[in-house]
């Protein structure tokens, strides 16, 4: 696909999707879903991939939907226009087979609230702002994640308050794994994933998959997919191979 609103790289391992409409605060749309959804594909498929960062750069990461385009929708196009972003993309990120990050700058708003929450981890720089608007445009606000993120109460507050927050009071309800300065932001988030690139990959794709099965599970059921997991992964050459560098190299 020809991107028009993104750009695209793979290095080292590492995949990284940049919003690239700063002059406009990288806005959500139909056509960003589709490229957001080819480069997924395209990162999925290249199994050096072992991490992906989404970025918007040092200035914004992206201050919601394109409210031009929403404006435009007829009655029919309604569920088309949602269902690409939130229930086919966003989970497309969310259930990636590696970790995401999504390296945060500036405004991270509505929709771009909900991609941020997407990933699996945040970086953010010393000038990003959260805020879930939705409520106050008459739409509503994205829920699920959120709230097993900061907790239902907290969740609640942002989503029915519309309060924006800053990078520190991110970081301390949970929402941020690390606040850093804006001209670290790329290096901190390409260091993170460079910590996925260095992991036996087998290893590093079932446990990301299994923080998502679980969260489905009663107690006895996640616990007993636990140990299933960890015998699966024992009876491999690959962790004969590991086990035995690490006691060769302690003689």
């Given at each position: 696909?020809?991107?028009q609103?993104?750009?695209?790289?793979i290095?080292e391992g590492?995949?990284t999707i940049?919003l690239?409409?700063p002059?406009k605060?990288n806005?959500?749309?139909?056509?960003?879903?589709?490229?957001l959804?080819?480069?997924?594909?395209?990162?999925?498929?290249d199994?050096?991939?072992?991490?992906?960062i989404i970025?918007?750069?040092?200035?914004v990461?992206?201050a919601?939907?394109d409210i031009?385009?929403m404006?435009s929708?007829?009655k029919e196009?309604t569920?088309?226009f949602w269902?690409s972003g939130y229930n086919l993309?966003?989970e497309?990120i969310?259930?990636?087979r590696?970790?995401?990050?999504?390296?945060?700058?500036g405004?991270?708003?509505?929709?771009g609230?909900d991609?941020a929450?997407?990933?699996?981890?945040?970086?953010?720089?010393e000038?990003?702002k959260?805020?879930?608007?939705?409520v106050d445009?008459h739409?509503?606000?994205g829920?699920?994640r959120l709230?097993?993120l900061?907790?239902l109460?907290r969740?609640?507050y942002l989503?029915?308050?519309?309060?924006?927050?800053?990078?520190?009071?991110?970081?301390?309800i949970g929402l941020a794994?690390?606040?850093?300065?804006v001209?670290n932001l790329?290096?901190?988030?390409?260091a993170?994933?460079?910590?996925?690139?260095?992991k036996?990959?087998e290893a590093l794709?079932?446990?990301k998959?299994?923080?998502?099965?679980v969260?489905?599970?009663?107690?006895?059921s996640a616990?007993n997919?636990e140990?299933?997991?960890?015998c699966?992964?024992f009876?491999?050459?690959?962790?004969?191979?590991i086990?035995?560098k690490?006691?060769?190299?302690n003689?």
């Amino acid at each position: 696909m020809d991107l028009q609103t993104l750009k695209f790289e793979i290095s080292e391992g590492i995949a990284t999707i940049t919003l690239a409409r700063p002059e406009k605060k990288n806005p959500l749309s139909l056509q960003v879903f589709k490229e957001l959804d080819s480069c997924l594909d395209k990162a999925s498929a290249d199994k050096s991939v072992a991490a992906v960062i989404i970025t918007g750069g040092n200035k914004v990461f992206c201050a919601g939907m394109d409210i031009a385009e929403m404006q435009s929708l007829k009655k029919e196009d309604t569920f088309t226009f949602w269902n690409s972003g939130y229930n086919l993309v966003f989970e497309k990120i969310y259930n990636f087979r590696v970790p995401t990050i999504a390296a945060v700058s500036g405004y991270a708003l509505a929709g771009g609230f909900d991609l941020a929450i997407s990933c699996d981890f945040r970086i953010v720089s010393e000038t990003a702002k959260f805020g879930q608007l939705e409520v106050d445009v008459h739409l509503s606000p994205g829920i699920e994640r959120l709230w097993r993120l900061v907790g239902l109460s907290r969740a609640k507050y942002l989503g029915m308050t519309c309060e924006i927050i800053d990078a520190r009071e991110a970081y301390r309800i949970g929402l941020a794994d690390k606040v850093v300065k804006v001209e670290n932001l790329q290096k901190e988030a390409g260091a993170l994933a460079a910590k996925f690139v260095k992991k036996p990959r087998e290893a590093l794709e079932r446990t990301k998959d299994s923080y998502i099965k679980v969260l489905g599970m009663d107690h006895k059921s996640a616990v007993n997919w636990e140990t299933q997991l960890l015998c699966r992964l024992f009876d491999t050459d690959e962790r004969k191979r590991i086990m035995d560098k690490f006691l060769n190299k302690n003689k």
